[in-house]
T-cell receptor, first 114, second 114 residues
Framework: KAGVTQTPRYLIKTRGQQVTLSCSPI?????VSWYQQTPGQGLQFLFE???????NKGNFPGRFSGRQFSNSRSEMNVSTLELGDSALYLC?????????????FGPGTRLTVL | GENVEQHPSTLSVQEGDSAVIKCTYS??????FPWYKQELGKRPQLIID?????GEKKDQRIAVTLNKTAKHFSLHITETQPEDSAVYFC?????????????FGKGTHLIIQP
C-alpha cells in the first residue's frame, strides 16, 4: 500500500496570509490526525478527523481548522498566519480513531512564515 | 489533559552498548503507549508500542516496559548500532476517548558513538 502523502512539501508565506495543507491517508484508513512539530514545543496534537467529522481538537487557536472529505483525504487551514506558525505540519492516518490502531505519519509540510 | 515527560533529552552511548529512554505520563486513563523514531528530515516511524494490559513487549533488539502503577514506561535498545542514531519520541493516549490525540514527550536525541 502507498503510504501517507502530504502536499505541498514546502511552503513559504508571509504574515497575515492563509494556507491550506493536504493529506492523503493510506488506502482504507478513515482517521486522519494533524500535528505541529517545532523545535521548542515538539510534536503537538492539532485535531483528528474521522468519517468527515472532527473528533477532537488540541489546544490551538481558532485560526487552525480542518476538514475531511468522503474519500478520507483531509485538509488543514491556517488563517492570518503568524511568525510562530512556522513549523513542520505532520498528518497521520489510522484505520480507526483514537489510540485503537497505529498511526502512520506522512512526510510533513514545512511551512515558513516570513 | 495528558502530560508526558521524557528523559534524557540527549543520550550518547558506545556502539554495542544498551540505551534506555524513560517516560512518565499523568493521565491514568491512558492505555496506549507508542514509541516513534525520527531520523533527520524524515517522518516519525513507529518502532514499538504497548497497551496497558501487558507489562513488557519485545521486538528483536527493542523492548518496552510499562508500569501502570507508577505511570512510567521505558524503551530499551540493546546492542546499539550506528543506524539507531535518531530522535525517539514516546507518546500516550486513551484509546477509549482519545480526547487529546497522541500526547508526545519532547524527544530524546540518541547518538551512537563508533
Amino acid at each position: 500500500k502507498a503510504g501517507v502523502t502530504q502536499t505541498p512539501r514546502y511552503l513559504i508565506k508571509t504574515r497575515g496570509q492563509q494556507v491550506t495543507l493536504s493529506c492523503s491517508p493510506i488506502s482504507g484508513h478513515r482517521s486522519v490526525s494533524w500535528y505541529q512539530q517545532t523545535p521548542g514545543q515538539g510534536l503537538q496534537f492539532l485535531f483528528e478527523y474521522f468519517s468527515e467529522t472532527q473528533r477532537n481538537k488540541g489546544n490551538f487557536p481558532g485560526r487552525f481548522s480542518g476538514r475531511q472529505f468522503s474519500n478520507s483525504r483531509s485538509e488543514m487551514n491556517v488563517s492570518t498566519l503568524e511568525l510562530g506558525d512556522s513549523a513542520l505540519y505532520l498528518c497521520a492516518s489510522s484505520p480507526n480513531p483514537g489510540g485503537t490502531d497505529t498511526q502512520y505519519f506522512g512526510p510533513g509540510t514545512r511551512l515558513t512564515v516570513l | 489533559g495528558e502530560n508526558v515527560e521524557q528523559h534524557p533529552s540527549t543520550l550518547s552511548v558506545q556502539e554495542g552498548d544498551s540505551a534506555v529512554i524513560k517516560c512518565t505520563y499523568s493521565d491514568s486513563a491512558s492505555n496506549y503507549f507508542p514509541w516513534y523514531k525520527q531520523e533527520l528530515g524524515k517522518r516519525p516511524q513507529l518502532i514499538i508500542d504497548i497497551r496497558s494490559n501487558v507489562g513488557e513487549k519485545k521486538d528483536q533488539r527493542i523492548a518496552v516496559t510499562l508500569n501502570k502503577t507508577a505511570k512510567h514506561f521505558s524503551l530499551h535498545i540493546t546492542e546499539t548500532q550506528p543506524e539507531d542514531s535518531a530522535v525517539y519520541f514516546c507518546a500516550a493516549t486513551d484509546s477509549g476517548g482519545g480526547a487529546d490525540g497522541l500526547t508526545f514527550g519532547k524527544g530524546t536525541h540518541l547518538i551512537i558513538q563508533p
